[in-house]
């Protein structure tokens, strides 16, 4: 039975007919695993933690950025720096204290994932890359969870919900991860800033009808929402049986690598700074844009903007080591790739983690964007 403060606070869910008590004491019942507590994951907890689903678990490794406060809501300015994952869990106990929270502040890969999926009854995806979202559906294929994924781009979200009562998996519908040509750029694609609440909005009812066996699931289907035109459409998709078996154990294991990941050689934030005091340092060449570059670089950096380094690659020394770095690693490793395989550079190294690195383990007085 809920209890009176309960019955008050849920007044709205228990006047429908199609929820009542029963339906909220499934809600409270729930365990719902978010993985990734940045955009997509901001709105899915408010509205799952009012909504009373009982256990809310939170993963996420990352720390708040200045630049995530464009969408990721949850948080403020005070949160800059902090675990997303614990000030989330603040953010919901502080939104409703009838919801247990449980925070994990750490990289869901491979060696976490079969375990922290099993405590949980749905999995919500709200992650941004393709290797954590083939491994989470893996492991709701082995664990036997619904999985509610959404991802965006830009302007344009979508929201399908995968292995749900025998329904299509992720696999179904894009059987393999993108090459790394292929895949959006990991680190310069911008976003409108409400477009995560659109699509997070959108998985979490499609979290509640799960808890509470209501409507018809976005199972078998992809809901996709244009923002410039604010027209949706909802694409169907078969289950394919060859591709929905494939789990934790069968997958390739190629699937989980990272796809913006460096494929040269790489220097971290401290061993650059090594460098840069010795008697022969090497060149440093910036490939963001250049208003990043205007807000903040390493000191006699080069810019080359990545669209640009074709045309103005013969700026460049090859005869005298080349550091190249961007704002975390993806578009510096995409410059070493182009410059080493279609002009022949083999002096190039990346900066692992690129100037956010920099900023947070050598010069934490650097601004942060």
Request: hydrophobic content about 45%; charged content about 20%; overall charge negative.
């Amino acid at each position: 039975m809920l209890t009176s403060l309960e019955q008050q606070r849920y007044r709205r869910h228990l006047q429908l007919p199609e929820i009542g008590e029963t339906g909220q004491l499934a809600l409270q019942a729930a365990r719902v695993l978010v993985v990734g507590a940045g955009g997509l994951g901001c709105p899915v907890l408010q509205y799952l933690a009012a909504a009373g689903v009982g256990t809310l678990g939170i993963a996420d490794a990352d720390h708040v950025e200045i630049s995530n406060l464009q969408r990721q809501i949850l948080y403020g300015a005070a949160d800059v720096g902090r675990s997303k994952a614990e000030a989330a869990a603040e953010v919901v106990h502080r939104l409703n204290p009838l919801v247990r929270h449980e925070a994990y502040p750490y990289r869901v890969d491979r060696a976490t994932v079969r375990e922290l999926v099993a405590k949980y009854d749905v999995v919500v995806d709200g992650t941004d890359n393709f290797p954590t979202r083939y491994l989470l559906n893996d492991a709701c294929v082995s664990l036997g969870k619904p999985l509610i994924s959404g991802a965006i781009y830009k302007f344009e979200g979508q929201v399908s919900v995968f292995n749900y009562q025998g329904g299509p998996t992720y696999r179904c519908l894009f059987p393999q991860p993108p090459s790394a040509a292929e895949a959006p750029n990991c680190d310069a694609t911008g976003v409108l800033g409400v477009l995560p609440g659109i699509i997070g909005c959108a998985q979490a009812t499609e979290t509640l009808k799960v808890i509470l066996n209501l409507g018809e699931v976005l199972s078998g289907r992809l809901w996709v929402f244009d923002a410039l035109t604010f027209q949706t459409r909802a694409l169907r998709f078969p289950r394919h049986p060859e591709r929905a078996l494939v789990n934790l154990d069968t997958a390739d294991q190629a699937d989980y690598a990272e796809l913006c990941q460096p494929v040269f050689a790489a220097i971290t934030a401290r061993e650059l700074q090594a460098q840069l005091a010795s008697a022969t340092p090497p060149f440093l060449l910036d490939v963001r844009e250049a208003d990043e570059y205007a807000l903040v670089h390493l000191a006699g950096a080069t810019l080359v903007p990545l669209q640009k380094l074709a045309e103005m690659a013969a700026r460049l020394p090859r005869h005298h080591p080349v550091v190249v770095y961007c704002h975390h690693g993806g578009r510096s490793a995409k410059a070493i790739q182009l410059l080493h395989s279609t002009l022949g550079f083999n002096n190039l190294t990346n900066l692992t983690g690129g100037i956010h690195a920099w900023a947070t383990e050598v010069d934490p007085t650097m601004p942060q964007y």
